[in-house]
Each structure stands twice: as C-alpha cells, then as structure tokens.
C-alpha cells in the first residue's frame, strides 16, 4: 500500500473547506486536519449583511459545512478555535495553539495548504475603537451588530466606505429604518467600477434618502454626550451616529506567510504559481490572502472574491495529488445588489486598462430595456462594453440596472474567459420571449456597436474630450427631448431633419454626435459620413453624457457653453 499521506489545511470558508472536501474525493486514505482559529469552518460570508438586515432569519443557515459534516461524511478532522502559529519548513511542522486551553503542540505535514483569509482594515484613527463601531468579515461579527442594533435604539449609522459591503451594509440598516450616512474616500461609489458607471449607483443611493460624501474620508470618532457617536471627516464635517460600519476594504493575512519565508508580492499577497504552490515545494496558498493574475490584463492583483477561493482550493487539492489542474487567473466578476440596483463587472475595466498601460482599446456605451420595449415593466441596463480596437477581443464589461444585469455580464464573462470577440456577441443566440429580453439581445446590441467601431463604420467621440474639444457638438434629438435636457454647447438638429439641412453644418470641423442612448447619432454619423463630414459618435447619448457630467458638476469639469 501507498504511504499515507498528511495534508494540513490553515484555514477554512471558501477555499480551505472547498481543498479538503476535494483533496478527499481524490484520495480516499490522506489524513487531512483543517485548523482554524474561528469557531466556524465554512460559513457563507457573503450573507452576513442580509443576517443582519435580518432577511436571513436564522444564524445556523449560514453555515455551509460543519466539523461534524466534514467529519461524518469526509472524515477530515476540523480543529476550531486553533491557531497555526508557526511554519517550521525544515522539520515540515506547524506549531499550532489551542485557543480555548492555551497548550501549544506541533503537527507533521507531507503537504501544507495555507487559507488564511483577509482581515477588514481597521485603520489606525483617533477613537476607532470606541464602542459601537464594527467591521463585518464572520458570523460573531454579524452577531455583534444585530445584538448593538436591538439594545442601543439605532436611529442613525455611519458606513465608512462605498463598496460592495458598504452598499450591501447601506440597504440593509435601512431595512431597520435607520438614517444612513455612506463616507467614501474616493470621488465615487463602488471604486471597481469606471467612475461614470458608478454614477448610476450613486443616483439610486441618493433616491432613497442615503447621505453620500464621496472625496471626503473618516478622520476620527469622538464619543457624543447621549452615549452616541460623532463621526469626523478630512473635509472637516461632524457626523452624528449611533452605530458605524468600516467597510474600507481587507488586507490579506499573511504573516504567517512571511514568518515562513515564503514570497510575498507587489501587492501584498502570497505569491504563488498557477497551480497554487508557493515557493516550497510543499506548500500551497488558497482564497483572499493570494496574489492572482488578472487574466484579462496579465496584472497582478488581489480578489477577495468566493468563486476564485473555490477554484483555487481544487486546484490545489488536484497538484497535491499528482493531477495537473491550472489556475488560469481571474476576470474578477463579481455582482451587488442594494436598494433594488444591481451593479456587475467582469474583465478589465478602463482604469485598470490604464494601469496596465494599455491604449489599444475602446468603450461602448448603451442603455437597452432589461426585456422587449413592448412589455410591460421594461427597465433599462447602463451597459459599458470595453474591447481591443485592432480585432475586437472582448476586454471587459460593466453593468447597472434593476433586473437582468447579473445575466448579461455572466454570458459576456464566458465571452472573455474563451478569448471571444465583439463579433461572437453579435451572433451570440441568447433566449429570447418578451418578459425576458429581446430579439437583439443586449449582449447583441453591445456587439454590434463595437464591431460597427472595428469594422471602420462608425469612429466614437471621448466623452471625457467633451470639456475642450473644438470638435462641433451635434444634438440630433427631437426638440421636446432636448427642452430643458440639453447636452451643453451641443446645437439641436432633429435626425428627421438632418438630410435637408446638411448646409447649417461645418465642412472644416469635425462633428460630434448625441441623441439619447446612441442609436439614432449612430445613423446620423452614417449619413454624415457618407456626405463627406468628418464625424464621430458620443457612445451612449444624453444617458451617457448625464452619468459623465451629473447635474451640478459640468461647470466645475470646465465643459463649454
């Protein structure tokens, strides 16, 4: 018989549970022991907001496997409330602690799988640990908050920071009717999304009576004279609260890492290959504390993301037993929802294109109904498509809407991780019935405007050259679309009109063209072109313009009038 084979696991949740239940099914005689320090191994952390919002009733349905599971059904042993607090990699020993008695012992391993996690960032502020003021990362947190919200009469929170978890953290203390405030150091929303995407969110979180201060951080928290709490800002403001939420983000736990020796990199995670292995030949490292290649722009970077912490834990289970299984990066999808908004991306979005230093690309912008015009309750999706000018590669997509966002952006992250094209989503053959969607898809729509840019048919305008092009600004709404709604400096030719008014139009400047959403510009710059004007189209229309220049701000962005 082969020997035995010793596997230890640091770490469980989403990528230590998902190796061992792996490594299990592909070897039926390794002894495999999980440790983690927590009292639970595998609990859904993406539920803890609706745990306290209270639409998840009950605690224990967050629990995805337990100790006894794993041990019944697997046998693998879970040892919680243990901390591994040393890597001995000459003796192949960990030295861990029981956290309930204090005593201190060594444990062998023939291969050693680190899932430390992240921890949130609780920054080093005057007054960031008074009472009331909480991060969210595992179930006694979550536990924490609820027990502060029922005791402490809440009537008004503070989140500090606008991301996925701050928004999350947003609708669901308005579910107990509290005043939110959301504090976010970055002149937008949801900082993974493109700026002007992100204006869509904020809209929605100001809709339903969220204070939002974007550009303006958390400096200090002070104690209030009612036993409250008084939030302070860089800007200099003074906001009252009874309860705060820091959702500034994670940093990946890595010290047990670095104690070891082993590779940290650029952005702070483990370093490991494609197969999950560090620099130790028997050691592999999985989920939130591992650096990953963006594979849409070949970047280093960090996903605190569920569904690559799952991948990443088979992988490592499959090189752990002889099988030659590749982690082939991520795109980092990833979906929110707040306030009856749903916002996703996947792939590379125009700021990290930038980083990258990318140039060869493009954007589309457009905004179809979720499903046909014709029925009922159509709503519309802000829809921005970013892909390779040169032969039209699919390089990412962000979306913003009420219903069938999360859907388009699953078929367009396909489209990417197959290495698909603008041309394979116009031909792409979706559902379609009335209640759901469309005859052009919006997965279609966004393909044809792009390959209608790859092909040579149509040249788009930059919105961000709006504030200093010399460029003649052509609006071919109807008139009573443009009373009141008008894109400034842009003068109004209805498209209806344009063949028979081609003479009021510049020869010796280039033209750019808006409607609403992009499509009836989209014909105009056809019919201009093909009078000999040189002319580009604003992706997008009136929609687009109003998320890149919102109401309020167009003078301070410097744009003509």
Known sequence: MKKQKRILIVGGVAGGASCAARLRRLDEQAEIVIFERGPYVSFANCGLPYYIGEIIQHEDKLLVATPELFRERFHIEVRTRNEVTLIDRAASEVEDRNLETGSVYRERYDALVLSPGASPIRPDLPGVDLPGIFTLRTIPDSREIRDWLKTHNAQRAVVAGGGFIGLEMAENLDVWGLEVTIVEMADQLMPPLDPEMAEFVRRRLVAHTAQVRLGDGVAGFEQAGNGGLVVRTQAGAR???????????????????????????????????????????????????????????????????????????????????????????????????????????????????????????????????????????????????????????????????????????????????????????????????????????????????????????????????????????????????????????????????????????????????????????????????????????????????????????????????
Not at 254 to 269: H, M, Y
Not at 323 to 349: D, H, M, N, P, Y
Not at 454 to 464: E, F, K, M, T
């Open 239 to 561: 906001i009252p609260a009874d309860i705060v939420i820091l959702s500034l983000g994670v940093r990946p736990e890595v010290g047990l890492a670095r104690q070891a020796g082993l590779e940290i990199g650029s952005r702070g995670g483990i370093r490991v290959d494609d197969s999950m292995r560090t620099g130790d030949p028997r050691i592999w490292a999985v989920g939130d504390a591992v650096e990953v290649r963006n594979s849409v722009t070949g970047a280093w970077d960090l996903v605190p993301l569920a569904g690559p912490a799952n991948r990443q834990g088979r992988i490592a289970a499959d090189a752990i037993c002889g099988r030659a299984s590749r982690f082939r990066g991520v795109q980092a999808t990833a979906v929110c929802g707040f306030f009856g908004l749903t916002a996703a991306l996947t792939g590379a979005t125009e700021k990290s294109l930038r980083r990258a230093g990318a140039s060869d690309y493009e954007a589309v912008y457009l905004h179809p109904g979720h499903h046909a015009g014709y029925y009922p309750g159509a709503s519309p999706i802000h829809l921005k498509l970013l892909f390779r000018k040169s032969d039209g590669r699919i390089l990412g997509a962000q979306a913003v809407g009420e219903e069938g966002v999360e859907r388009r952006i699953d078929v367009i992250a396909m489209a990417i991780q197959k290495g698909g094209t603008v041309f394979d989503l116009e031909e792409a053959e979706l559902c379609y019935a009335p209640q759901y969607g469309s005859a052009k898809d919006a997965v279609n729509l966004a393909g044809m405007l792009a390959a209608n840019v790859v092909r040579g048919d149509v040249a788009l305008a930059p919105w961000s050259g709006l504030t200093d092009t010399s460029a003649f600004v052509l609006d071919v709404r109807d008139a009573s679309e443009v009373a009141g709604h008008g894109i400034d400096g842009a003068v109004n030719i209805p498209l209806d009109q344009l063949r028979d008014r081609l003479a009021e139009l510049p020869r010796d400047r280039e033209i750019w063209v808006a409607c609403r959403t992009g499509h009836r510009s989209y014909y105009a710059c056809r019919l201009l072109s093909q009078n000999g004007f040189r002319v580009r189209n604003l992706a997008g229309g009136h929609e687009s313009y109003k998320a890149w220049f919102p109401e309020g701000h167009r003078q301070l962005a410097g744009i003509k009038t």
